[in-house]
């Protein structure tokens, strides 16, 4: 087996007296792609704030190929091959689509002139936003804003990808497109890990998936296992799922 | 996705310019052209009346440098406009530097004591950062006024250009202003143009994004203030340089931030136009209602609570960014 490229080991968070995310473990080869479920509040999200260095770690180490990681700025992990796209999207919405990709490109990839632009208009093109690429961020609608957090993860040329709920609201035809590019970035040796409630999205794609409930690991492994764990089903899958999917539509 | 990937092979050439940047290029010549011919034409109390425009541009351009581009609300900018003056005076008049190459020294002087001053600001946020920069400026005069050589709080006059004649002066004077207008906003177009300027403006909508694709956020914020203070530091040696005379009472005035922002705000923040027209707008209103007295700060309310109604992204914003003199952005023609 090849060394892994991330490591998260007995990561805790606590927001005052509330635990976010406690003792949490796991670890990722190169190509390897991670799901990550779990009803709303479980501390995914904060579990990628962790991983991508915008909220310190309260407990345990983050290790990224190697280096210890756990006390560097998010910049920095980000420069050293972590992209990753928020949930609520944050677009810098005074710049155009392409200059938002071209921010990661620079600063993320350390590219320069030439060189950036193909990259950043790669993953515009990658996150079918190419049409729009002079379209200033801030007048997008929920989706393409998505699409561009997508797009801005990937354009910082990264070696482990974290994405946040972005196939919320996407048409069936556009979630084998999405399954596609993620596939295509394990192809390429980058490692995933992916928080989405469009379960059947992730089952296409990961190697193996994560249930997260109130900032505990409940089950991780092979895909169809942990979805078939009686605890998944009673926390996740049998009680909340039919009202548990807040990034539908284009409401926001 | 086959479609898509032979179109990224192509990736659009990304154009900088377009016919607003040749206009513009045009137009800042032709202005400069024109304002330097001015001392043959005019008197020497119009070109010292223009040279208070002139500072009025460099301090606007300076705090929208800050504000604008670097998300830092400042009022604390008069402490390196205060630096600036008396380092004029002290080097020119004590040291015996010629008072034309004591301008620029004074600014590198600013600059060497913001980068320290930095690391202490930066641990302050939002409008905490704006009251500590104000109270580093208030410390700076308290200082100033504490030292004899620099006339303690009486102040001090500006002694070096003695030998020569007060027409030449005054037409130096103004030549050197005009310069400065011309560095300082050169210089931040430029910037703004440059890798640096892709990553402040990241900064300016959304820091903590800005950070998650890799841009050194507090390092870019630090290049700007150092280059702000030097700046503001080039407006207040020219301030005094025209006055001969430094106060601390005025020159670390606290209505020079007032100034600055109002500037901005009118004119048209986050934009390079907007100063400009900002402080060309504030002249004209100093200009015309000096005859008022006090009644003239309510005329100056009253125009900005109306501008910021009327046109909430200041009058430059209000041709929506169909107009650009000075571009910045990035295109791909692809819209």
């Known amino acids: 087996m090849t060394a892994p490229l991330l490591e998260v080991t007995g990561v805790g968070k606590r927001f005052g007296k509330l635990t976010v995310l406690e003792d949490v473990s796991f670890s990722l080869a190169p190509g390897e792609a991670l799901g990550v479920v779990g009803p709303n509040g479980a501390g995914k999200s904060t579990l990628l704030n962790v991983v991508a260095g915008v909220l310190p770690a309260d407990g345990g180490r983050v ?18 091959g972590i992209g990753r796209s ?30 950036a632009a193909d990259a950043a208009f790669a993953a515009l093109v990658t996150a079918g936003l190419d049409r729009q690429a002079d379209t200033p961020a801030g007048t997008l609608r929920l989706l393409d804003r998505k699409r561009l957090e997508l797009a801005r993860a990937l354009a910082t040329g990264p070696r482990l990808v974290l994405l946040d709920e972005i196939a919320g609201g996407l048409t069936e035809a556009e979630v084998p497109a999405l399954v596609e590019t993620v596939r295509q970035l394990g192809r390429e040796g980058v490692a995933v890990v992916w928080i989405e409630h469009v379960v059947h999205a992730l089952v296409a794609v990961v190697t193996r998936l994560m249930c997260l409930t109130y900032g505990k690991v409940l089950a991780v492994g092979d895909p169809q296992a942990v979805l078939a764990d009686p605890q998944v089903i009673e926390v996740y899958l049998g009680t909340t799922m039919a009202g548990d999917d807040p990034g539908l539509g284009d409401a926001a | 996705m086959t479609a898509t990937v032979e179109r990224a092979a192509s990736a659009p050439r990304v154009r900088r310019g377009g016919r607003g940047a040749w206009v513009g290029a045009g137009l800042a010549v032709v202005a400069v052209a024109v304002l330097g011919y001015l001392p043959l034409l005019t008197t020497r109390g119009t070109q010292v009346d223009l040279v208070g425009l002139f500072s009025l541009v460099v301090l606007g351009t300076m705090w929208n440098l800050l504000a604008g581009y670097g998300g830092m609300v400042s009022i604390g900018q008069q402490a390196y406009i205060g630096v600036g003056g008396y380092g004029l005076v002290y080097l020119a008049s004590t040291v015996g530097v010629d008072p034309f190459l004591a301008v620029p020294v004074a600014a590198v002087v600013c600059a060497l004591l913001a980068w320290p001053t930095s690391y202490l600001a930066f641990r302050l946020n939002g409008g905490y950062f704006a009251i500590g920069t104000w109270v580093i400026a208030e410390v700076v005069r308290l200082l100033v006024t504490q030292v004899d050589a620099l006339g303690a709080g009486s102040g001090a006059s500006l002694t070096g250009f003695a030998g020569i004649d007060p027409t030449y002066r005054i037409a130096y004077v103004y030549w ?18 440059s890798r640096l300027g892709l990553a402040l403006t990241a900064i300016r909508d959304d820091p903590t994004a800005a950070g998650s694709l890799g841009v050194g956020v507090t390092r870019a914020k630090r290049v700007v203030y150092v280059a702000a203070a030097a700046g503001c530091g080039l ?19 606290v209505d020079y931030s007032a100034m600055m922002i109002f500037i901005v705000v009118i004119g048209g923040i986050g934009t390079i136009e907007g100063p400009i027209i900002g402080a060309l707008v504030f002249y004209a209103l100093q200009d015309s209602l000096a005859d008022l007295g006090n009644w003239y700060l309510v005329v100056v309310g009253l125009v900005a609570i109306a501008v910021t109604l009327l046109a909430p992204k200041g009058l430059w914003g209000l041709t929506r960014g169909r107009v650009e003199l000075f571009p910045t952005g990035h295109r791909v023609g692809s819209r």
């Not at chain 1, 280096?67 to 420069?79: G, K, L, S």
């Open chain 1, 63 to 80: 290790v990224l190929d190697g280096t210890d990681v756990t006390r560097t700025d998010a910049a920095a992990r980000c420069r050293g």
């Open chain 1, 86 to 115: 928020y949930q609520v999207p944050r677009p810098f919405g005074g710049m155009t689509v392409f200059e938002n990709a071209l921010v990661a490109a620079s600063f993320g990839a350390g590219l320069r002139g030439r060189a």
């Open chain 2, 176 to 193: 050197l202003s005009l310069a400065i207008v011309v560095v300082v906003v050169g210089g931040v177009y430029l910037l703004m143009r």
């Open chain 2, 235 to 253: 407006a207040g040696a020219m301030i005094v340089a025209n006055t001969l005379r430094v106060q601390p009472g005025s020159i670390f005035s």
